[in-house]
């Protein structure tokens, strides 16, 4: 029986079962080796996926702290930009009430010198006063002759203007960026 395989026809079929063994055997290898090669890059899609997704959610939260960091100092810029208004309107209010205060005085004054001197025309020899005008008696925005009101409207702008000035250049210190410039002129 084994002469039977000993011919060139047995013998062909062994080498050819030897060649399909031996090629089975490295197909084996070559699948095992694909298939180590296929777990390595699949961790390695994996990893990079995770990767790609923990970017996205710090690009994310980065985005988020900048908004909320945006809107903190959009508030505080509003904040001290208000408190400005509210300061230079305290101090126009409180310098235009003492400049009317003041015109109010003078008024009285120069009333109350009219009525002694027209009461007492001879006072013991002092320079007689020239007469005041009727205007003189009603309120200094109505006594134009003598240029009181003239006056009083020209303080009133000036003093407009300079807290005007004065909240310029408060406002332009307001760092809409980050804290509040004191060294900008």
Known sequence: ???????????????ASLCLA??????KGETRHWKK???????????EQSA????????????????????AAAERVAAEQRAINERTDHDYEARLAAARARANAIV????????????????????????????AGQSPQAAGQDGLSDRLIATEQAIQ???LIKWVKAQSKVDRNGEVDSKRP
Do not use: C
């Open 1 to 15: 029986m084994i002469l039977r395989l000993l011919n060139p026809q047995g013998i062909a079929g062994l080498a």
């Open 22 to 27: 031996l090629l089975l055997v490295l197909q």
């Open 161 to 163: 203007l300079d807290e």
């Open 52 to 71: 790609f997704a923990e970017t996205v959610a710090n690009y994310r939260a980065a985005a988020d702290a900048a908004r909320a960091a945006d809107r």
């Open 108 to 135: 009285e004054r120069l009333r109350l010198e009219a009525r002694t001197a027209a009461a007492d025309p001879r006072r013991g020899g002092a320079a007689p006063v020239p007469r005041l005008s009727a205007a």
């Open 37 to 47: 090669q296929s777990g390595q890059f699949e961790q390695l899609y994996r990893d």
